[in-house]
């Protein structure tokens, strides 16, 4: 019997996510929002007298501030600079909490649209708790296994008759 140590699950999780959620396409689109915001913010307000934004890696970080902490970066100056940036925190919160969510949804509703995966599992889950099942609680299983096994064994013959 085949039993995924925690460090597999994991792999398995973070594949899963990877390949089968919006997460990478969300992050990467949020990272290219971030710059062309910080561009924004830093253009507007690099001639500006008395802004708090003199280079573009302050630009940067202003952009992360600005989204990940509600309001409180440093505001710009100018009223396009002020634009630019309402704009990013409204865009990039909706985009990185939409991220989670999208992420979080589509991972739980995949075994939906693939039962049979969703089986395969159940039935490996319930296969490790073998030795806290009763006497009568085997025999059912082995009854239901027997099931299965005539079951694949009709499939094998329909498909060797079809070739």
């Not at 597999?8 to 689109?29: E, G, S």
């Not at 915001?37 to 802004?51: D, I, K, P, Q, W």
């Not at 505001?75 to 969510?101: C, H, N, T």
């Not at 969703?118 to 082995?142: A, G, H, M, P, R």
């Amino acid at each position: 019997m085949r039993r995924l140590k925690p460090h597999a699950r994991l792999k398995l999780f973070i594949k899963d996510v990877f390949a089968y959620t919006p997460f990478t396409k969300m992050v990467a689109l949020l990272i290219f929002l971030w710059l062309v915001f910080s561009t924004g913010v830093y253009l507007a307000e690099r001639n500006v007298e008395g802004a708090a934004i003199h280079s573009y890696g302050e630009a940067l970080y202003w952009g992360v501030a600005a989204f990940s902490t509600a309001g409180i970066a440093d505001m710009p100056q100018s009223k396009v600079a002020q634009l630019i940036g309402g704009l990013w925190i409204v865009i990039g919160s909706v985009l990185f909490f939409g991220a989670i969510v999208a992420t979080v949804t589509t991972y739980f509703m995949r075994p939906l649209q693939r039962p049979h995966k969703k089986i395969i599992e159940t039935i490996e889950y319930n296969l490790e708790q073998l030795d806290d099942l009763s006497v009568d609680e085997l025999d059912l299983l082995k009854e239901t296994v027997d099931t299965l096994i005539v079951h694949v064994e009709k499939l094998k013959e329909k498909q060797a008759k079809k070739k």
